[in-house]
């Protein structure tokens, strides 16, 4: 048996995920499923897009359904290093919990009021999800109870530890010790170096530590390192996309200044792009995460933090603005493409003083990264590829009882769009958002301008 029914998770996870159409479990999955359900303490290094947030959230469920405690909520805590994994983190036990009555997921995390999250707490969550910051405010105001935790999930934690989150983990941590018993804690990480060990050491007892010893095997990409000089950074990412035209491409800079200066390059050249850096604003950040996941735009520019953990399928390009300081930041970021067996090409341009960085990475992996002269890349403004879409915000969501099918129905049916026109569409609580092809984008809008949609004017407008 390799499918999830070997595990003997109850019904309604069961049904979900075939409602999910998630079949076979990931080979991450099958390494440690049957650890984590036996709820022991556990940590897992395993590269990024290999299914760890299905694994951790079936066993927080599972033991929420099969183990509840009904008094105290929440029942499982998990925490992530940014709002965007946190909100991905979420949707995820949400789509997983369909089947579960009474199973709220709440997402806490910084940078948005903290009033609302306080209120929606009023309303016992059996999950908190949430960024180590905001949920250390919020402890500190007694407004979250831990005595009912009965799992505790450490998500990225490496990255957490890379953010500066340690004092505020460590913090969470010893309230949650004292406040619960019987906690199982689950530490997930794409590596395991010094400070993982340490919070191993510290928080966990007797962790069986499982690694997937392909986190490091990078078979179906192919690495190229360019030789540039300092000033032809920017031009040469530009000779870049034209030259392999990607449909989607990401491209890691080191600075926020350095992600925001290459996007206005960029954009002028005629690239369809959007940046996501520290500094933005959420619904920024939200907004360029949906237009790239939804082929709107081609590139996306980022920092690494900013790029952590997001569930972005492959991509077929990715190119280093400048190398990485060490070689698990390289991985991470090569990782984003050749994903499920699809070929992906990695570029990392380096200067004269980049080269001793790249020559200590090749000290350490299998093959050497070669590395060439970017002298004879051109930038050809006429092989720019355009987006597959155009995004389109619409101005209600769930809160106005606006569900996916009304969407799609109002767009097939009273703009008279073929659905084949018609890209990802994404319902939010107050926005939705809808991608069309750039020639069906004029009708969608005079529909929602000229036309009501169930029964009332929605305003929408090209994102
Ligand atoms: P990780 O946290 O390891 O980086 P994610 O949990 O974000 O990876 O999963 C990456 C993607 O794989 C997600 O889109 C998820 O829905 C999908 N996925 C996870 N498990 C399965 C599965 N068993 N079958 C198919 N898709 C899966
Ligand atoms: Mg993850």
């Known amino acids: 048996m390799s499918d999830f029914a070997q595990y003997g998770l109850c019904d309604e996870l069961n049904v979900s995920l075939s409602d999910l159409k998630y079949t076979e ?40 359904v099969t183990q509840p405690n009904i008094e105290q909520h929440p029942h499982a805590l998990v925490l992530c290093p940014t709002r965007e994994l946190a909100e991905q983190v979420t949707y995820q036990f949400q789509l997983l919990a369909k089947r579960i009555a009474n199973t709220k997921i709440l997402a806490l995390y910084g940078g948005v009021a903290i009033a609302p999250q306080l209120n929606s707490l009023r309303h016992a969550p059996a999950v908190v999800v949430g960024t180590p910051g905001r949920i250390m405010d919020i402890i500190g105001q007694s407004k979250l109870d831990l005595s009912g935790v009965k799992t505790l999930i450490l998500d990225e934690a490496d990255r957490m530890l890379d953010m500066g989150f340690s004092d505020q983990m460590d ?69 870049l996309l034209s030259e392999y035209q990607p449909d989607s491409a990401i491209v890691f800079c080191q600075t926020r200044v350095e992600v925001m200066n290459l996007a206005s390059q960029l954009a002028d050249d005629g690239f369809s792009v959007v940046q996501l850096q520290g500094e933005m604003e959420q619904f920024e950040r939200s907004n360029a995460i949906t237009l790239f996941k939804g082929d709107c735009v081609n590139v996306m520019i980022a920092t690494d933090v900013a790029a952590r953990g997001l569930d972005i399928a492959s991509v077929g390009l990715v190119i280093n603005y400048r190398i990485s300081d060490d070689l698990d930041i390289h991985t991470h970021r090569i990782g984003r493409t050749g994903r499920a067996g699809e070929k992906g090409v990695a570029v990392t341009l380096i200067d004269d003083l980049d080269e001793t960085k790249l020559i200590g990475f090749n000290a350490q992996l299998p093959e050497d990264i070669p590395i060439k002269s970017a002298q004879a890349l051109r930038f050809h403004a006429n092989r720019i590829k355009e987006p597959l879409y155009t995004g389109i915000q619409i101005d209600a969501g769930k809160k106005q009882k606006l569900s996916k099918g009304d969407i799609l129905g109002a767009i097939t049916k009273q703009a008279k769009i073929p659905a084949k026109d018609i890209g990802i569409i994404q319902v939010g609580t107050h926005k939705s958002f809808a991608a069309v092809k750039l020639r069906s984008l004029k009708r969608t809008l005079a529909m929602f301008r000229e036309e009501r949609v169930k029964g009332k004017r929605i305003r929408a407008r090209k994102l």
Request: proline content about 3%.
């Open 25 to 64: 479990p990931t080979a991450t999955q099958q390494a440690c499923l049957p650890s984590l359900l036996s709820g022991k303490d556990i940590a897992v290094e395993a590269k990024t897009g290999s299914g760890k947030t299905l694994a951790f959230a079936l066993t927080a469920l599972n033991k929420f």
């Open 171 to 239: 913090w969470i941590l010893s309230a949650l010790n004292r406040q619960a018993s019987d906690v199982q804690t689950l530490l997930f990480s794409a590596t395991f170096g010094g400070n993982i060990k340490k919070l191993n050491e510290q928080y966990q007892r007797n962790a069986e530590v499982i690694v997937l010893d392909d986190a490091h095997s990078r078979a179906n990409i192919e690495q190229i390192a360019y030789k540039v000089l300092p000033d032809k950074r920017e031009y040469t990412v530009a000779a």
